[in-house]
Each structure stands twice: as C-alpha cells, then as structure tokens.
C-alpha cells in the first residue's frame, strides 16, 4: 500500500504572495523589490517567520491622520531612530496585512485604526530591505523584507504608550524629526500622497 504526501499551504504565506503579486508599484526600484520578495517565498515555505534566516519577511503600517495632516511614529528601542510601527509577522495574523494592523494597533495603542484599501482590499504601498539584529547583537545580522502599509486613524486620535512602544510622537508632513531615515521620509511622502 502506497503512502500519499499532503503538502500543507501556510495560509499567511499564500497570502502574502497573493498582496505582493497583485500589487503593481510603478516604480522599477520598487518591482525589483517585489520580484526579490516573491521570489524569497518561492524558496522558502518558512520565508514569513523570524527563524527564517538570513531574511524573512516583517509586516508595517505608517499611522495617519490625514484630516491634521500627521503621522505617528515610534523611536525604536534598539537603532534609536523614529520609525513606523511594524514588526514580525506571526501565526494568528491570517495576513500580510492584517499584520501590518496588529503591529500598528498594539504599538499606537490607538482603537478602531483601518487599513488603506483599494477596489481590491488593502495592498502594500512601498517595501524596503534593511539588515537588522533581530536575532541579537552578538549574531550575525538578518535582512527584514519589509511590506509597508498605511492605516488610516481618525482625525484627532491619542496615541497610548505601551510595552510596545519606548516613545510615540505624532509629527507634521513636513516637520518629520531629524531622526529618522529616508525610507521613512518616502514612505511619508507615498502616504501623503495616497491619502490627500
């Protein structure tokens, strides 16, 4: 008697190759990316998760209130620059997205954020590749594949420190801190635009 194989698909892995398929940035800089990215998942079933090494993917959300014309951002603990909230993707987020979110809510401390969407649902607006040490500082350094979305808070929202977050600041469109790089100065300005 035979045995058979089931191979079993990760519905988060499905899914993120479905967002970064269907999404279509208009930027070579950016495709070239997106093909890196997809291809990183062609290769590796485990391509989502922090263990994946020496690159995985990670999930995050630029926080805006576009009616004040702000956005939130957090001073990371360990580089010491002002970022968007966003981290790892893990197992109960059910997608790419719906990563993004988590991370943004539970970092923001603000209820009720949204996802931007469009006629097909949230899709990624930029993505960027940066080396971490995220597995520590005495091991070697990791590559996040970023996916970078923006969720939507409503017009005048507190943000609320948490565990998750060291320090939070809105900051104007055109007054972001000196502290911060310049894949967040483009993804403020994608946002901006997106949203106006």
Same mark, same amino acid.
Request: glycine share 8%; proline share 7%; hydrophobic share 40%.
């Given at each position: 008697?035979?045995?058979?194989?089931?191979?079993?698909?990760?519905?988060?892995?499905?899914?993120?190759?479905?967002?970064?398929? *269907?999404?279509?940035?208009?930027?070579? /800089?950016?495709? &070239?990316?997106?093909? %890196?990215? #997809?291809?990183? !998942? @062609?290769?590796?079933?485990?391509?989502?998760?922090?263990?994946?090494?020496?690159?995985?993917?990670?999930?995050?959300?630029?926080?805006?209130?576009?009616?004040?014309?702000?956005?939130?951002?957090?001073?990371?603990?360990?580089?010491?620059?002002?970022?968007?909230?966003?981290?790892?993707?893990?197992?109960?987020?059910?997608?790419? *997205?719906?990563?993004?979110?988590?991370? /943004?809510?539970? &970092?923001?401390?603000? %209820?009720? #954020?949204?996802? !931007? @969407?469009?006629?097909?649902?949230?899709?990624?607006?930029?993505?960027?590749?940066?080396?971490?040490?995220?597995?520590?500082?005495?091991?070697?350094?990791?590559?996040?594949?970023?996916?970078?979305?923006?969720?939507?808070?409503?017009?005048?929202?507190?943000?609320?420190?948490?565990?998750?977050?060291?320090?939070?600041?809105?900051?104007?469109?055109?007054?972001?801190?000196?502290?911060?790089?310049?894949?967040?100065? %483009?993804?403020?300005?994608?946002?901006?635009?997106?949203?106006?």
């Amino acid at each position: 008697m035979s045995r058979e194989t089931t191979t079993v698909t990760d519905p988060m892995h499905a899914d993120a190759v479905r967002a970064l398929s *269907a999404w279509a940035p208009g930027d070579p /800089a950016q495709d &070239e990316l997106r093909l %890196a990215y #997809l291809a990183h !998942l @062609a290769e590796r079933p485990d391509g989502l998760w922090r263990g994946c090494l020496p690159a995985h993917v990670t999930a995050s959300a630029l926080v805006v209130d576009p009616a004040a014309g702000r956005v939130l951002l957090t001073l990371h603990p360990k580089v010491g620059l002002w970022l968007q909230t966003g981290g790892h993707c893990e197992p109960g987020d059910g997608t790419l *997205a719906g990563g993004a979110l988590r991370e /943004a809510t539970e &970092e923001s401390g603000i %209820a009720g #954020l949204t996802l !931007l @969407a469009g006629p097909n649902g949230p899709l990624p607006v930029k993505l960027d590749r940066h080396e971490v040490h995220c597995a520590g500082k005495d091991r070697p350094a990791n590559t996040h594949l970023d996916v970078q979305y923006v969720v939507l808070a409503a017009p005048g929202a507190r943000e609320v420190i948490s565990e998750e977050s060291l320090e939070l600041r809105w900051f104007d469109y055109d007054a972001l801190p000196e502290l911060t790089d310049d894949s967040v100065r %483009a993804l403020v300005a994608r946002a901006r635009e997106l949203t106006a």
